[in-house]
């Protein structure tokens, strides 16, 4: 018993220093709750409330329960990126965590997105920029009806 403590309290300290936060901005590191700001090369950290340059909107597209698997449910889901801004976005990467439960833990569940082998997730590379005023959609399939949650981490324009 003492031993699976020491390994899991050894494994929770991985899971932390390898954690997403802090980050490179730049020559600055941002913290959790600040979004890393490129301006024409100038970056900034900035508070992800204060972040109006873009936003991310969630809509269930559907849930159900697959007897196929094991009658586990399943929930669809739409991710609209949305520039607000007059110019384009040049790039975007997307932080995610543990609430990202692909169904199958599969890459054919998330499609319109690159999803890295860090769980950050970037424009595909057929989207390399998102126009002024336009959006972007990416969708996945989740295992369950809790929604992932994502925060913009970074945005270049």
Not at 21 to 37: A, I, L, W
Not at 64 to 71: F, L, P, Y
Not at 96 to 108: E, G, M, Q
């Amino acid at each position: 018993m003492r031993s699976i403590l020491i390994l899991l309290g050894l494994l929770l300290s991985i899971a932390f220093a390898s954690a997403t936060f802090p980050y490179q901005c730049g020559p600055q590191n941002c913290q959790f709750g600040q979004v890393c700001r490129i301006n024409n090369g100038v970056c900034n950290c900035i508070p992800i409330n204060d972040c109006h340059e873009v936003s991310l909107s969630t809509k269930v597209i559907g849930t159900w329960v697959d007897g196929s698997r094991g009658n586990k449910r399943y929930t669809q889901y739409d991710i609209t990126i949305t520039n607000n801004l007059n110019t384009n976005i040049k790039q975007i990467y997307i932080a995610t965590d543990y609430t990202l439960r692909l169904r199958d833990h599969s890459i054919n569940s998330i499609w319109n997105v690159n999803l890295l082998s860090n769980g950050i997730l970037t424009l595909p590379s057929y989207q390399p920029s998102i126009n002024a005023h336009a959006s972007f959609t990416f969708g996945f399939i989740l295992e369950g009806t809790q929604p992932a949650n994502l925060n913009v981490l970074s945005v270049s324009f």
